[in-house]
């Protein structure tokens, strides 16, 4: 070997030789998609879900409703996170009288984005029922959390959201980290599940076996649920003293929920949420336009004490909605009779009592304002 | 910038951009730019060393081969490996021969420390380095008269933290005589970077989980199966670790069209030490062999010498891996068994196995594993804990989940059917489906079980 000698004229690679590492490697890309769908994009992974991970809690509750006979004529849906608590067994025992059957998606932790993409998945023809109540927390666009960069979002969703998505799920989320996670979520299924899977090989007979259950009876203990029966009753604050007074059973976890809540005033978002909501909220009503189904927002009972100084006088995309025929709005007053400590079993979510309450009121409401439109018609 | 890393790849995409698009006369320059980036990115100001060390020995080789025979050759030999021992020595020894003095002196063991950062790769360059030299000496390599070709011998990225230790003749040939890679080496080097990957993300880093939760706390895991369990996880964890990084390597430098050594040759699968040694970490024990173990005296002095060179050669080669007892202690361990071995007349095996070959395999494997242990623990009153619990107490259970002892078979298997059919070297001229299924394969392996949750350290990157 001489060392002075110069780099030698290199054999090029031919173009024949660069076309077969070209498709070799194309190829390989397919196989990997095509083996990635069949496992996970199919639905057959989504029902070994473990249903106590974020994907598959959501899972259940779709499957449970998917189950649901649809043999009554007129269905409606409760939409919304874990304060809309409209029990379908109580709403279903006065079909009667509302000639409706109720079912639920009121997913805890879930926003706007992913009532969309669960009723994408649960009516895909968006002629399934003839109502659908989404509860909101406020009809003014105030919110105190950036919903646009809610990576937990992702992890509910991962199940539902496809290649078509990539575009409007991943241009969604504001922060380059978040769109990367979302675009994993979209083209990397086993990736998102990766912990799952392996969840799975570790405890397969368990998993396997809880799946099993899960199908069999979920739908039982969501029906028979066991509400909360205690109650509130009792508890102050002192808005001024920023000091809050709760009954002796709330454990310290929720007292530190509830003050929180309460006395912290965290700052508020507004245009970003008014954009937020009519970008996932308005697609929701982009789906039923022209539909038989009603889209009905309600404003959820917000506590068992109102923060004072609340109401803005700003501009409200759910307003709006309604202004433009697009949807129907409860009267936002409607459940301010349910906002006392005696039918709240913690500061956010109703008890037994107020449940039952809540229930009946929506009930009536939805009959009543299907009725009048279908009147209308 | 660790190979598994998205940053490695992203800067492995601009490095091939880059090099295939620039001119001829340029592609040099931009890969010793590229690997002295690669190494910036750990420690920038350890750039000096390197480059220092490129220096002397850039210089000694030329001073070598100008000089005729005689004392001054040899004193330019001796300068130029006094430099490389040196600053090894420094960096990675100080405080180990520091904390024995101390020790020996009845002082506390801190008492002459220096705070020192151990430079990225320095073992690995030093012997690489070294080599060049004395081939020099011996007048079995040319010197190298472009101190960019010197530069880039010695910092080449794709080999630069944990080898393979690339003998100058082997890098200088590809270099002096650079030819694209043909379209079967392009395949080859994307598999082994994807394989290497899978290794070291889908079976290394699992295994890595077991054998810090048990090296962490062996009391917390009583019985000897608990302890064997755990030994044998770091066993895994280790080789794939290792192998799977010098996969990489061989194949990044094979997209470059340059062609390393194997470094490994299925390892476990040996019926002996000396097999083992034949197929484990192939680049430094031919290394040990060529610049210390035959320069000692090889076998060519009777028996005892013979015992004793290869007593010396692994000692060394133990200390070459870090600066403990435990190490020196693992070399000697394997020195006493190749020892052994020779003592009854076992040679390297290279025989089709027979009957009784998968129990010499699995002693080999056990003997290999108690080896590790030294390696893994942290002290040595760990590594005499562990031992203790491998062979008394009650039996304990498997440390491992269920599944990870059918991944371990399933890996095992694999290598049985490439040590006998050769698969893996073939799937390049594989028909165009087999060899997508095979990669598509590894790609899904990795995304279910390739650990992302964070990326954790090569093994041999310590050393």
């Known amino acids: 070997m001489q060392a002075t000698a110069q780099t030698a004229k290199p054999a090029s690679t031919t173009e024949g030789g660069t076309s077969r590492v070209a498709v070799r490697l194309a190829l390989a890309l397919v ?9 996970f994009r199919t639905g057959w992974y989504a029902r070994l879900l473990n249903p106590d991970s974020t994907a598959g809690f959501l899972q259940t509750y779709l499957w449970i409703e998917q189950q649901r006979p649809m043999n009554y004529p007129r269905q409606a849906l409760a939409v919304g996170d874990s304060r809309m608590g409209v029990k379908a067994r109580m709403a279903n025992a006065l079909t009667p009288e509302t000639r409706l059957r109720f079912g639920t998606i009121a997913v805890p932790g879930t926003t706007p984005r992913c009532w969309y993409y669960m009723l994408r998945e649960l009516d895909p023809d968006a002629d399934r029922y003839a109502a659908i109540v989404i509860g909101l927390d406020t009809y003014d666009d105030r919110g105190f959390e950036n919903l646009n960069d809610r990576e937990l979002d992702i992890n509910y969703l991962t199940p539902l959201v496809g290649f078509a998505d990539f575009v409007p799920f991943v241009s969604s989320y504001q922060s380059w980290p978040a769109r990367i996670h979302a675009a994993e979520a979209i083209l990397f299924k086993g990736l998102a599940y990766q912990r799952d899977f392996q969840d799975l090989l570790a405890r397969r007979h368990t998993r396997l076996e809880v799946a099993r259950i899960n199908h069999e009876s979920a739908h039982e203990w969501f029906y028979n649920a066991v509400w909360e029966r205690r109650s509130l009753a009792g508890m102050s604050v002192d808005w001024n003293a920023h000091k809050l007074s709760l009954p ?32 996932w909220l308005g697609a929701i009503l982009d789906r039923y336009r022209g539909s038989r189904t009603k889209i009905i927002f309600l ?23 309604a202004a433009h025929g697009k949807a129907l709005l409860m009267d936002e007053h409607k459940f301010d009779s349910l906002e006392r400590p005696e039918l709240f079993g913690d500061v956010q979510h109703l008890n037994e009592a107020g449940g039952l309450q809540f229930t009946t009121m929506v009930a009536e409401e939805v009959s009543r304002m299907v009725g009048l439109a279908e009147g209308n018609r | 910038m660790l190979f598994h890393t998205p940053q490695f790849f992203l800067f492995l995409v601009v490095v091939l951009l880059l090099f295939y698009t620039a001119p001829r006369a340029w592609r040099r320059w931009i890969l010793l730019a590229a690997s002295y980036f690669f190494y910036m990115c750990w420690n920038a100001k350890f750039i000096l060393l390197i480059i220092v060390l490129t220096a002397i020995d850039f210089t000694a080789g030329i001073w070598l081969a100008r000089l005729a025979a005689g004392r001054k050759r040899k004193a330019a030999l001796i300068m130029s490996l006094s430099a490389n021992l040196g600053f090894l020595g420094f960096f990675k020894y100080y405080n180990f021969m520091a904390a024995n003095v101390a020790t020996l002196l009845g002082m506390p063991i801190h008492a002459f420390a220096l705070n020192i950062i151990l430079p990225m790769g320095i073992s690995f360059h030093t012997f690489q380095s070294m080599s060049y030299v004395i081939d020099v000496y011996r007048g079995e390599q040319q010197p190298i008269t472009d101190p960019v070709d010197y530069a880039l011998y010695i910092s080449f990225f794709p080999q630069l933290v944990a080898g393979p230790i690339v003998r100058a003749r082997h890098f200088f040939a590809d270099l002096y005589h650079w030819r694209a890679p043909d379209s079967q080496e392009q395949l080859r080097g994307v598999l082994l970077v994807v394989f290497g990957l899978l290794k070291k993300l889908a079976i290394a880093d699992q295994f890595a989980r077991l054998a810090d939760q048990f090296f962490s706390k062996p009391a917390a895991y009583p019985g000897w199966l608990a302890a064997w369990s755990g030994v044998v996880a770091f066993s895994i964890q280790i080789f794939f670790d290792f192998s799977g990084y010098t996969d990489m390597a061989i194949g990044l430098a094979q997209l470059l069209g340059f062609h390393f050594p194997d470094n490994f040759r299925r390892p476990y699968l040996s019926r002996g030490i000396t097999e083992f040694w034949r197929r484990w970490h192939i680049s430094l024990s031919t290394w040990l062999r060529d610049y210390l173990y035959i320069p000692l005296g090889g076998n060519r002095h009777g028996r005892w010498q013979t015992y004793r060179n290869l007593m010396l050669t692994m000692l060394l080669g133990g200390l070459w891996h870090g600066a403990s007892w435990n190490f020196v202690i693992w070399g000697g361990y394997h020195g006493a068994l190749l020892s052994f071995e020779r003592a009854l007349g076992i040679k390297d095996d290279r025989r089709a196995w027979r009957l009784v070959d998968p129990l010499r ?29 491998l062979f008394s107490g009650p039996h304990g259970h498997i440390i491992w989940p269920h599944w990870m002892l059918w991944y371990a078979v399933l890996a095992l298997l694999l290598a049985a059917w ?24 590894c790609l899904f392996c990795l995304e279910l079980i390739g650990f992302t949750d964070h990326a954790v350290p090569f093994v041999y990157f310590q050393f």
């Not at chain 1, 929720?254 to 965290?266: F, G, M, T, V, Y």
């Not at chain 2, 490439?418 to 394969?441: H, N, T, V």
């Open chain 1, 31 to 39: 196989f990997f998609f095509a083996l990635d769908a069949l496992v």
């Open chain 1, 248 to 279: 002796d059973w709330v454990d310290a976890q929720h007292r530190s929920i509830a003050e929180n809540l309460l006395l912290n005033d965290p700052p508020a978002y507004f245009d970003q949420f008014a954009r937020y909501r009519r970008r």
């Open chain 1, 299 to 321: 404003q959820l009972p917000r506590g068992p004490v109102v923060r004072p100084n609340l109401t803005t006088d700003r501009t409200s995309s759910i307003r709006e909605f």
């Open chain 2, 361 to 389: 395999a699995a002693l080999t494997f056990a003997l290999v594993s108690i080896s590790w242990v030294f390696f893994r623990a942290a002290t040595l009153r760990d590594s005499i804990t562990v031992l203790g619990r």
């Open chain 2, 418 to 441: 490439e040590e006998r059919s050769g698969w893996f070297e073939r799937l390049p001229d594989a028909p165009a489906w087999a060899y997508a299924a095979a990669i598509a394969l």
